[in-house]
């Protein structure tokens, strides 16, 4: 069993940046997909960004809409995954949950999958124009 504990959101003003921390606990040991996905009142959840970790080399995956403006990494000593995003947009605005799933590379892929068995509880990001 894993446990995710997300922090580090907040409100900024558009242009602004924040850094979502993603804490990992329990069974943590092998490969993963660790997934940022965020949900806006009315939306569906949408795959922000994905990371693989593990014996193989590490590789990450975005969403179009983030692209080039947000960066997910992953300390594994700390356990912890972060969602570094810069150049906020209003449309940014969600609540942003950290996922995990045991995985391999080459199925840590498609940032649009939304199959993971760890959830966090999410963490609100509000972005203000």
């Known amino acids: 069993q894993v446990t995710l504990v997300e922090s580090g959101g907040g409100s900024v003003q558009a242009g602004g940046s924040l850094r979502l921390s993603c804490a990992a606990s329990g069974d943590t040991y092998g490969d993963w997909c660790m997934a940022w996905i965020r949900q806006s009142p009315g939306n569906e959840r949408e795959g922000v960004a994905i990371?693989?970790?593990?014996?193989?080399?590490?590789?990450?995956h975005y969403a179009d809409s983030v692209r080039g403006r947000f960066n997910i990494s992953h300390d594994s000593a700390k356990k912890t995954t972060f969602l570094q995003m810069n150049n906020l947009k209003p449309k940014d605005t969600a609540m942003y949950y950290c996922?995990?799933?045991?995985?391999?590379?080459?199925?840590?892929?498609?940032?649009?999958?939304?199959?993971?068995?760890?959830w966090g509880q999410g963490t609100r990001v509000t972005v203000s124009s």
């Open positions: 990371l693989y970790t593990g014996k193989y080399a590490e590789s990450t």
């Open positions: 996922a995990a799933t045991l995985s391999l590379p080459w199925v840590c892929g498609d940032v649009k999958q939304l199959d993971y068995s760890y």
